[in-house]
């Protein structure tokens, strides 16, 4: 088990570090697009789980869904806030505030918060119980809203 961890590890620091750097690479305004896409595909995951949890529960539908936003909240997102995208670009429009930029500390911990709340339903949602991924669920809307209280523009 240990092996297995240890390569998970570096596989995901990996990613990270890859992510970083091909985030570099992007135009302010790329980086912005990139992340509202993320951003979005997120929401439309956590559509379909709210849909399960109010109708007919499919637990693979709701398992994939979880996995699909823990995958993407494990992506390296952060990179995507580089110099230039706490503005407007062009047409490019961003929701963020700027004093997120002034608070790093702070968007750590909001995050490191979420990628936990994100796993977590993905793990809770392989069990198949209603009600266990409804509490994961509502942990991970708590984990988005702190950050969007806070750094988002209405």
Sequence with gaps: MKPMLASSVLGLAAVVLASTAVAADLKPEEQIQLRQAGYSFMGWNMGKIKANLQGEYNADQVSAAANTIAAIANS????????????????????????????????????????AAADNLAEVA???????????????????????KKYRAD
Excluded: I
Aim: charged content about 30%; overall charge negative.
């Design 76 to 115: 390296g997102m952060g990179a995507l806030y580089g110099p230039g995208t706490d503005k407007d670009v062009g047409d490019v429009k961003t929701r963020v505030k700027p004093e997120m930029f002034e608070n790093m500390e702070d968007v750590g911990k909001l995050a490191h918060d979420f990628v």
């Design 126 to 148: 392989q069990g198949g119980d209603p009600a266990e991924v409804k509490a994961a669920f509502g942990d991970l809307g708590a984990a988005c809203k702190a950050c969007h």
